[in-house]
C-alpha cells in the first residue's frame, strides 16, 4: 500500500519462510498498535490491504478482516 509505514519495522517476509502463525501473531501485534492510534489507516479495510501487502502468504484482505473481526469479539488472539 503506497505510503504505509509500520513502526514495528515493517519488512516484507517471503511466504516460505515465515509459518501462518507467526504471520497471524505479527498482524495482531500490529492490530493492537492500530487500535491505539487509528490515524495510520482510515478502516479497517485499509488495514487489510497493508497487511496483505506486508505478508506475501495471505492472499486476501478478508482473512485479515476476519481475524480483526474476532480480536475485537476478544476470540482468536493468537498465543505465543
Known amino acids: 500500500m503506497p505510503g504505509a509505514s509500520f513502526e514495528m519495522g515493517a519488512t516484507k ?27 495510520q489507516f482510515p478502516t479497517i479495510a485499509a488495514f487489510a490491504l497493508a497487511m496483505l501487502d506486508l505478508h506475501e502468504n495471505i492472499t486476501a484482505t478478508y482473512t485479515v478482516t476476519r481475524w480483526c473481526t474476532a480480536w475485537r469479539r476478544g476470540d482468536g488472539i493468537p498465543l505465543d
Open 13 to 39: 517476509v517471503d511466504a516460505h519462510v515465515q509459518r501462518p502463525s507467526a504471520v497471524k501473531r505479527d498482524v495482531y501485534a500490529r492490530w493492537l498498535a492500530w487500535q491505539e492510534d487509528r490515524s
